[in-house]
């Protein structure tokens, strides 16, 4: 189904660049928001997914990250990047708890959110913490990423779900107006 237009959104390479320099400026807890919007916006992971992650989600030797029983009670596999892998082993040698990643729950994320992108000057309200997904999809595709591999990352069964992910950037248009 196609979504409504004010939900059609993404944030810029800007936006995220604005957000995640935001996290810096918290007087506490700055870094772990920072981790949060970081494996967010280079996921494409969703908010559940990030906030039940485990430390047994992370498979060092084959250099992967699992997310289990994602929303469609499928397990997810993506592999790591040098960022992520850096991130989470920084991370992990500063676990705060054995466990999860993110000890929080929905609300405080998406409040910690909201003042994160004041701070950042985005003022836009549709933006909340899913548009991490549509920006996730919109800068894979945007780099040249398939239909099938953002459809991959982000664990859709439809590819058409996965198109309803990608918003045509201005760069993006302009290469393909380059093309005639």
């Not at 919007?37 to 039940?52: C, D, M, V, W």
């Not at 993110?102 to 836009?124: M, S, V, W, Y």
């Not at 991490?132 to 040249?144: C, K, L, P, Q, V």
């Not at 950037?169 to 290469?175: D, P, S």
Request: hydrophobic residues 35%; charged residues 30%.
């Amino acid at each position: 189904l196609p979504e409504p237009k004010g939900k059609q959104e993404f944030y810029t390479t800007d936006e995220v660049r604005r957000i995640l320099a935001a996290c810096k400026q918290l007087p506490n807890d700055g870094e772990f928001f920072y981790d949060l919007f970081f494996l967010a916006a280079k996921t494409g992971a969703r908010q559940g997914e990030l906030l039940k992650m485990t430390w047994s989600c992370i498979d060092w030797e084959a250099n992967t990250l699992t997310f289990y029983d994602t929303k469609n009670h499928d397990d997810r596999v993506l592999p790591l990047t040098m960022e992520l892998r850096g991130l989470l082993k920084r991370k992990w040698r500063q676990r705060i708890d054995d466990d999860r990643l993110f000890p929080i729950n929905r609300d405080k994320a998406l409040r910690e959110l909201r003042k994160i992108q004041d701070i950042a000057g985005i003022t836009n309200m549709n933006k909340n913490f899913h548009t991490f997904r549509h920006t996730a999809a919109t800068h894979m595709f945007a780099n040249g990423a398939s239909l099938p591999e953002v459809k991959e990352v982000l664990g859709h069964r439809n590819e058409r779900t996965t198109m309803r992910y990608s918003h045509a950037t201005m760069a993006g248009k302009q290469r393909a107006l380059a093309t005639l």
